[in-house]
């Protein structure tokens, strides 16, 4: 069993940058992929990045290419999001999740989810 807390959300002008961080409870936490999800009001939730349970691989979804980044640290059970160069189109509820396969995309594919922290970019 994982619990997952994310943190870091908050309001941010167009251009500027937050940190989501995502504290894992549980000694397995080194044995999971985690991911980043998000969800925009009336869409469906989407997903952001994923890093693999050593920390030695990373993807992204072609729009945050270049302007997120994933990591963690398995000694803190944290994994984190620092998202640079934010737009409008970024705001959205922003989730962490676990699981088996670092190559799993979909959010039916996670086992464990946190419950979110509202990312708001104004333009």
């Known amino acids: 069993q994982v619990q997952l807390v994310e943190s870091g959300g908050g309001l941010v002008q167009a251009g500027g940058s937050l940190r989501l961080s995502c504290a894992a409870s549980g000694r397995t936490f080194s044995h999971y992929a985690m991911g980043w999800f998000r969800q925009a009001p009336g869409k469906e939730r989407e997903f952001v990045s994923v890093i693999s349970a050593s920390g030695g691989s990373t993807y992204y979804v072609d729009y945050v290419q270049g302007r997120f980044t994933i990591f963690r640290d398995n000694a803190k059970n944290t994994v984190y999001l620092q998202m640079n160069s934010l737009k409008s189109e970024d705001t959205a509820v922003y989730y962490c999740?676990?699981?088996?396969?670092?190559?799993?995309?979909?959010?039916?594919?996670?086992?464990?989810w946190g419950q979110g922290t509202q990312v708001t970019v104004s333009s």
């Open positions: 999740a676990a699981a088996t396969s670092y190559y799993y995309l979909l959010p039916e594919q996670y086992d464990y």
